[in-house]
């Protein structure tokens, strides 16, 4: 007789894993055929210069495994860029790594020093990948709350959350979904809480060029206290526009790098070649980083203005990042989630509810705009909003 086919039962590790928001809603945009300001992704090409640069090397034949660390000159590149932005030399060989996405970055952090047991204090709303990515290294998530309406950090929280099996912390700034950014007396006061401990610091620095209004951004590379216990991660594919080119890097200190490494080795060993030396030669005029601010903050304005003049929405701060968070509290007396449901469908526009960015959905009536958008596409989104 024959024996059936058997598939075995998996035991989760991510049993509270479903679908993500972004992928619920951004399907619900394409049905419905709204603007999409929900996923954090532009709706603009590239420069073509780099789109050149990427075919050149591909006619080069630049197309076989590079280094497992990255292609040299765009190592060499990104440590000039922060030595000239932060005033932090890293070592190029032995202390920046270019990774398959920022994503992939955080995870390989977290594997590389978390522990089974290993206490990693978050700070909500976050990014959706910190949790499980702890969960998937068997470490305990210590949640600690933004201050409601400002998230500004709290400090006296984060102290309070430090234990003996604190192993790290995570940090993002420019912040998202919140678009606000940590000043350098944020950083300073991160650093000194830290000092006498020996847990490291995981810095989210994707956003790293959209800040705006003549703010710096505060690298974790600025505060010498900090750089010596942190992963800097940033994305190349948010900086220049191509998030689906999956490219990041992160620096930090060579005895910290040598243990990325050797987990980064094996989960994805080496990064795509031919982007890599593309990128470096597109680095070597930086006006296509400086010019950033000035380039969202337009956008930003433009829409900005177009809520405040055609909308009941009360406007949150957009100090970075690309997002725009409105409250809804005069607009509507749904749930977040179902808000947003909602004005997808009958509005035409797609957003983000911030209680996704909770683990236990808090809900404070706000939501989340990406403005990464075409200028028409934002005026699109603008006059159906105009209809709420």
Known sequence: ?????????????????????????????????????????????????????????MREGLNQYPPMAGVLQLREAVAAKI????????????????????????LTAILAIVRPGDEVIVLEPCYDSYIPNIE?????????????????????????????????????SPHNPSATI??????????????????????????EHMVYDGRAHESAARFPGLAARAFVVSSFGKTYHVTGWKVGVVAAPAALTAEFRKVHQFNVFTVNTPVQH??????????????????????????????????????????????????????????????????????????IPLSAFYADGFDQRVVRFCYAKEDATLRTALDRLARL
């Not at 509507?332 to 004005?343: I, M, T, Y």
């Open 1 to 57: 007789m024959p024996i059936a086919p058997r598939t075995p039962t998996i035991q989760s590790k991510l049993p509270k894993v479903g679908t993500t928001i972004f992928t619920v809603m951004s399907a619900l945009a394409t049905e419905k055929n709204a603007v999409n300001l929900g996923q954090g992704f532009p709706d603009f090409a590239c420069d073509p210069l780099l789109v050149d640069a990427v075919d050149r090397a």
């Open 83 to 106: 030595e000239a932005l932060h005033g932090k030399r890293y070592s190029a060989q032995d202390e920046i790594t270019i990774t398959a996405g920022a994503t992939q970055a955080i």
């Open 136 to 172: 998937l290294a068997g470490g305990t998530v210590v949640r600690v709350p933004l201050v409601p309406g400002t998230f500004r950090p709290d400090f006296d929280k984060i102290a309070a959350a430090l234990s003996p099996r604190t192993r790290a912390i995570l940090v993002n």
């Open 182 to 207: 940590w000043s350098a007396e944020d950083m300073q006061r991160l650093q000194d809480l830290l000092a006498p401990t020996d847990v490291f610091l995981i810095s989210d620095e994707v956003y």
């Open 278 to 351: 593309g990128l470096a030669r597109y680095m070597a005029e930086p006006r296509h980083y400086l010019a950033l601010p000035a380039f969202y903050q337009a956008k930003r304005d433009l829409f900005r203005e177009g809520l405040q003049a055609k909308t009941r929405f009360k406007l949150l701060p957009s100090e970075g990042s690309f997002f725009q968070c409105v409250d809804i509290s005069d607009v509507s007396d749904l749930p977040e989630a179902e808000f947003c449901k909602w004005l997808t469908n009958e509005i035409g526009v797609a957003a």
